[in-house]
Nanobody, 119 residues
């Protein structure tokens, strides 16, 4: 079992930055691939970024490439999402998720943190 707790959300002006954190419980954090997803009001949840268990492989949605960076610190059992050059369309609840590297889908989800970007 993995429990995930996000933090770092808030209100920021367009062009600003935020760093989200996702702290995980459990002894085997380093065996889980991690992802960030977001859901805006009235829209479906969408993929934002993912990082492999070792941190060696990262992927991003086209809409955030070049602006967002995912990273992880396995010693601290934490994954981060650095968000720069934020746009109003980035406004959403952001969720982190975990899956075993061999799994097809994410099995564990956090409760989410609100990010609001004002224009």
């Amino acid at each position: 079992q993995v429990q995930l707790v996000e933090s770092g959300g808030g209100l920021v002006q367009a062009g600003g930055s935020l760093r989200l954190s996702c702290a995980a419980s459990g002894r085997t954090f380093s065996t889980y691939a991690m992802g960030w997803f977001r859901q805006a009001p009235g829209k479906e949840r969408e993929f934002v970024a993912a990082i492999s268990a070792s941190g060696g492989t990262r992927s991003y949605a086209d809409s955030v490439k070049g602006r967002f960076t995912i990273s992880r610190d396995n010693a601290k059992k934490t994954v981060y999402l650095q968000m720069n050059s934020l746009k109003p369309e980035d406004t959403a609840v952001y969720y982190c998720a975990a899956k075993l590297s061999s799994a097809r889908q994410y099995d564990y989800w956090g409760q989410g943190t609100q990010v609001t970007v004002s224009s």
